[in-house]
């Protein structure tokens, strides 16, 4: 069963990168570079890209947190969806690179400056168009790749091309996931509203505005953060959606971002278990990756009550689950992401120079030029297929 676990490159597994034993990622803690936020970004109601915070929410806090009462399945007749056969791969962050190239400049001034030669420099002046960065990709690929090593359920497809000395990776979504997402219940479709209702319920659009709950919640808007970071000998930009902040704005980012999450309530010692060892796996690797330091967790009951909320800070984690025996080691987790992405690099070695230029026509007026690399369309130059069965 285990050894199935794999990631295949394009040519069939030819230069296959395995998962087991784990033990080859039970090493110490690698470096990770305290994650800076270097850019934000919105989407509108209509799924539209802007340069800026305007979808930026704000924590609410309520007046006792042991004891709310957020019904979840309110308004679910109103919700505006967004449309998920529309793949948007890497766009808006391209979008955002293409914006601010001029941050990508100065790290390039920081990589050049902690090196001796001036000749380098000269390099540099002539290759201005390299980002000078290793990977992008989502955050929410990034988690993906972090919970690998835990995760025996669904497999995943990542489709990465090198652009110009950089690494794309973009994830594809499988004939499964597919199915599971066009297939869902109509009962489980209810119940990914929940997650959104629940924003609604701890958030306002001011620092002292009020939680609006009988607006329709519009699954297309969405503040995104751009954060920059290194883990090991890999430097990263990546973008991750950030439910709200707190209100009190002395705080800078990401320290002062939340993350909003929904459980079903646990009473049985193996309900919290499983909450502790599938549920605090993700909520980690989501947050610890950006640097957000805290989740607040409404726990719900069956019919989409949430009656009391819990904080988690991030960093601590780790530290409730050492109290049940084996289940996750973070360590274990971003070993493997390092070791991943060390391989990604020798398999996807050839540079498609020539990106791949794509006209967008911009409200009829003006046309933006998107040059991207492959792996944003679904022409990719190499798939990196991550795949198990059970
Ligand atoms: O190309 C893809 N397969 C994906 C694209 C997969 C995941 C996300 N995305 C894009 C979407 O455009 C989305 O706006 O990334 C954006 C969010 O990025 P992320 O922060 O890297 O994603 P993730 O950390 O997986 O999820 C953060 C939040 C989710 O909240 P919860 O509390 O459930 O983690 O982003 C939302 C969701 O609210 N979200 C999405 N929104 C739109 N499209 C998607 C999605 N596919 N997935 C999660
Ligand atoms: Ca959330």
């Given at each position: 069963r285990y050894d199935l676990k794999r990631a295949e490159d394009f040519s069939g597994g030819k230069v296959a990168f395995d998962v087991y034993p784990l033990s080859r990622f039970d090493l110490p803690f690698p470096n990770y570079r305290q994650p800076s936020e270097v850019g934000v970004f919105s989407l509108d109601a209509e799924r539209d890209f802007h340069n800026d915070g305007r979808k930026l929410r704000c924590y609410?806090?309520?007046?006792?947190?042991?004891?709310?009462?957020?019904?979840?399945?309110?308004?679910?007749?109103?919700?505006?969806?967004?449309?998920?056969?529309?793949?948007?791969?890497?766009?808006?962050?391209?979008?955002?690179?293409l914006k601010n190239r001029r941050k990508f400049l100065l790290a390039r001034r920081s990589v050049s400056s902690s090196s001796e030669t001036g000749e380098q420099e000269s390099e540099h002046a002539e290759s201005d168009s390299q980002l000078h960065t290793d990977f992008i990709a989502w955050r929410g690929h990034f988690t993906k790749i972090l919970c690998t090593p835990y995760e025996n359920q669904d497999g995943w497809t990542m489709a990465v091309s090198k652009f110009n000395g950089t690494w794309y990776i973009s994830e594809v979504e499988t004939p499964e996931q597919r199915d599971r997402r066009v297939n869902m219940a109509p009962r489980q479709r209810e119940?990914?509203?929940?997650?959104?209702?629940?924003?609604?319920?701890?958030?306002?659009?001011?620092?002292?505005?009020?939680?609006?709950?009988?607006?329709?919640?519009?699954?297309?808007?969405?503040?995104?953060?751009?954060?920059?970071t290194r883990l090991n000998t890999h430097s990263m930009v990546f973008s991750g959606e950030v439910d709200c902040r707190i209100a009190d704005n002395r705080m800078r980012a990401p320290q002062c971002y939340i993350e909003l999450k929904t459980s079903r309530e646990t009473y049985k010692p193996?309900?919290?278990?499983?909450?502790?060892?599938?549920?605090?796996?993700?909520?980690?690797?989501?947050?610890?990756?950006?640097?957000?330091?805290?989740?607040?967790?409404?726990?719900?009951?069956?019919?989409?009550?949430?009656?009391?909320?819990?904080?988690?800070?991030?960093?601590?984690?780790?530290?409730?689950?050492?109290?049940?025996?084996?289940?996750?080691?973070?360590?274990?987790?971003?070993?493997?992401?390092?070791q991943f992405l060390a391989h990604v690099k020798k398999v996807v070695q050839e540079d498609n120079h020539r990106g791949v230029l794509r006209k967008k026509r911009v409200e009829n007026s003006a046309e933006e030029e998107l040059r991207m690399p492959e792996a944003t369309r679904q022409q990719f130059l190499d798939v990196v297929r991550f795949k198990w069965r059970n």
């Amino acid at each position: 069963r285990y050894d199935l676990k794999r990631a295949e490159d394009f040519s069939g597994g030819k230069v296959a990168f395995d998962v087991y034993p784990l033990s080859r990622f039970d090493l110490p803690f690698p470096n990770y570079r305290q994650p800076s936020e270097v850019g934000v970004f919105s989407l509108d109601a209509e799924r539209d890209f802007h340069n800026d915070g305007r979808k930026l929410r704000c924590y609410v806090v309520p007046p006792d947190p042991k004891h709310v009462n957020f019904d979840l399945t309110e308004g679910y007749d109103t919700l505006i969806k967004r449309d998920e056969d529309e793949k948007e791969r890497l766009d808006h962050m391209l979008r955002w690179i293409l914006k601010n190239r001029r941050k990508f400049l100065l790290a390039r001034r920081s990589v050049s400056s902690s090196s001796e030669t001036g000749e380098q420099e000269s390099e540099h002046a002539e290759s201005d168009s390299q980002l000078h960065t290793d990977f992008i990709a989502w955050r929410g690929h990034f988690t993906k790749i972090l919970c690998t090593p835990y995760e025996n359920q669904d497999g995943w497809t990542m489709a990465v091309s090198k652009f110009n000395g950089t690494w794309y990776i973009s994830e594809v979504e499988t004939p499964e996931q597919r199915d599971r997402r066009v297939n869902m219940a109509p009962r489980q479709r209810e119940m990914t509203y929940w997650g959104y209702k629940f924003e609604q319920y701890l958030t306002a659009a001011e620092p002292n505005g009020k939680p609006e709950t009988s607006d329709p919640v519009n699954t297309n808007e969405a503040f995104c953060t751009v954060i920059r970071t290194r883990l090991n000998t890999h430097s990263m930009v990546f973008s991750g959606e950030v439910d709200c902040r707190i209100a009190d704005n002395r705080m800078r980012a990401p320290q002062c971002y939340i993350e909003l999450k929904t459980s079903r309530e646990t009473y049985k010692p193996n309900q919290q278990r499983n909450f502790r060892r599938y549920k605090l796996l993700k909520w980690w690797a989501q947050s610890f990756l950006p640097g957000v330091p805290r989740i607040v967790a409404g726990f719900r009951d069956d019919n989409g009550v949430v009656n009391f909320l819990e904080t988690f800070k991030t960093m601590e984690i780790p530290n409730i689950i050492k109290a049940d025996s084996p289940t996750w080691n973070p360590s274990v987790c971003v070993n493997f992401c390092d070791q991943f992405l060390a391989h990604v690099k020798k398999v996807v070695q050839e540079d498609n120079h020539r990106g791949v230029l794509r006209k967008k026509r911009v409200e009829n007026s003006a046309e933006e030029e998107l040059r991207m690399p492959e792996a944003t369309r679904q022409q990719f130059l190499d798939v990196v297929r991550f795949k198990w069965r059970n």
